[in-house]
């Protein structure tokens, strides 16, 4: 995943929205405020995340934790630092979906870095000083969002407004300072006044407009161009976000903002314009300083795949820059420090920070000892079996089987699951992680592709039909894949 990939991915995610039940408790955008307990936390994971009770139960008490700190005196509240996470377990066992899942319910910015992405200052790569400020960036898109919902009707009203300048051009001045000119034997005849037949035809186009009769015709529209200089930075080493310089601002101060004509319909028209008129209305030094206080306050770092620079440097050998270095340059951030972002300082100090790994050739040991002790929770996951299987494909809102089922209901296909049907799938494929490589959930995925492989691509041609997947359609698919090991590695 690219550099514009996570911080895009960490946007979209981040916006989502929750389901209505979590909208009830949590009203308040305040992340900090109508907090869940942590049995609301472990309860609300439930119905995403089978098993791995351990891990949920500290993950809600982390979250609750930043509650409490605001409720604690304000000489105290800076002692208080986060109680940093490590997981440890197998892959796809739901380390990753654990907190993502949390940072939804606390809607707080989240994002999700690799560890190996990153190298040791001075060399080819990312540093890891990039993580805070992308979820900088990430509180940024989150607080404006927010501030977009809040002027939304009058960014609409101002752009309908100005919708309707376009679709019914103001008729010249003239013709209404003729119209104050009439004296009052001319007022019988103000109907007849070319402003008067403006002001109808326009009240007609706008109740069109608000119908949507007028959706699919195009008009063309002045919009503002934001593309700014393109700037190639050709140093090894050297980032440009490092260089701390936004080029589109400092052009935007020296030059004003170019305009260019689109030629859109009037529902794309509408909603770039009330854009604009948001932009307009929104104060961004309030924005970015929410921002910079809710990335500071309740911002949560996930970083995966933590074991692959636990590593030590072997002696006899050169440096390794990607494994004890980063741990290294990664230290200061998580004991707290001040990184300079677009935004200005930020202080890492209560950022809360979740490290994973499968740890199945590192030991947690490997760290360096400083980097041990940020992570004082130590959480072991447990490694899913047949049963967890069953449950996983039928119990989580989001479960594999009710996905599936609504997709080929959009080709008029009804899907049915029956009970030994669910149960022979999680048993090929526990059997096929014992004899392949473990990897967790993650097998359900391709499991079920295969399985579903000529249904899905047979379905518009079985619209109205009902296909049953039980126990002997499960084993007519998969049984001789499942039991050829070496053909299993290939396809399962």
């Not at 654990?98 to 870095?113: D, T």
């Not at 900088?136 to 009058?154: D, H, P, T, Y």
């Not at 859109?264 to 909603?271: G, I, P």
């Not at 899907?415 to 392949?436: C, P, Q, S, Y």
Request: overall charge negative; hydrophobic content about 40%.
């Amino acid at each position: 995943m690219s550099h514009k990939d996570e911080l895009e991915y960490g946007s979209a995610f981040v916006e989502s929205a929750l389901d209505e039940s979590d909208e009830d408790r949590l009203s308040d955008k305040d992340p900090l405020s109508g907090m869940l307990t942590p049995r609301q936390i472990v309860e609300e994971l439930d119905k995403y995340i089978i098993g791995q009770d351990k891990a949920k139960r500290s993950v809600a008490i982390a979250l609750r934790n930043r509650w409490r700190r605001q409720k604690v005196p304000d000489e105290l509240k800076d002692e208080i630092v986060p109680k940093n996470i490590l997981m440890i377990g197998p892959t796809g066992v739901g380390k990753t979906e654990i907190a993502r899942r949390l940072a939804r319910l606390a809607q707080a910015p989240f994002l999700k870095v690799e560890a190996s992405k990153f190298t040791e200052v001075g060399y080819v790569g990312r540093d890891v000083e990039s993580m805070i400020r992308d979820i900088v960036e990430i509180a940024v898109n989150m607080v404006r969002k927010e501030e977009e919902e809040q002027v939304q009707l009058k960014a609409k009203e101002a752009a309908e407004e100005r919708l309707l300048d376009i679709l019914v051009p103001p008729p010249p001045r003239r013709s209404r300072k003729k119209r104050e000119s009439h004296d009052e034997s001319q007022l019988e005849l103000s109907l007849e006044d070319p402003y008067e037949r403006y002001l109808r035809t326009r009240e007609k186009m706008r109740q069109r407009l608000r119908s949507g009769a007028l959706d699919n015709r195009k008009v063309e529209i002045e919009v503002t161009d934001s593309s700014g200089p393109v700037v190639e930075v050709l140093s090894a080493g050297t980032e440009f976000e490092e260089m701390n310089i936004n080029f589109r601002d400092l052009m935007g101060n020296i030059f004003p903002p170019r305009k260019k004509k689109r030629k859109v319909t009037v529902a794309e028209a509408l909603r770039i314009l009330a854009e604009e008129e948001a932009d307009k209305l929104i104060d961004m030094d309030e924005v970015i300083k929410k921002a910079v206080e809710r990335a500071e306050q309740a911002g949560i770092i996930f970083i995966d795949e933590i074991d692959k620079i636990a590593g030590r440097e072997a002696s006899g050998h050169g440096p390794d820059v990607s494994r004890e270095g980063v741990q290294r340059d990664m230290l200061p951030l998580i004991e707290g420090s001040t990184v300079n972002t677009r935004y200005g300082m930020v202080k890492t100090d209560h950022m809360l920070f979740i490290a994973a790994g499968a740890f199945n050739v590192a030991k947690p040991s490997d760290m360096i000892p400083e980097l041990q002790g940020r992570f004082p929770i130590r959480v072991e996951l447990e490694p899913l079996g047949e049963e967890e299987f069953v449950r996983i494909l039928t119990e989580p809102q989001n479960a594999l089987i009710k996905q599936y089922a609504e997709l080929l209901a959009t080709e008029g296909v009804e899907l049915e699951f029956t009970e030994d049907g669910i149960r022979e799938i999680a048993r090929i494929a526990a059997a096929v992680n014992a004899k392949t490589e473990n990897i967790g959930a993650r097998r359900l995925h391709t499991v079920m592709e295969k399985l579903l492989e000529d249904v899905s691509f047979e379905a518009p041609d079985l619209a109205g039909q009902k296909v049953v997947v039980d126990a002997e359609y499960v084993r007519n698919k998969l049984a001789d894949i499942a039991e050829d090991e070496d053909l299993s590695r290939y396809i399962l």
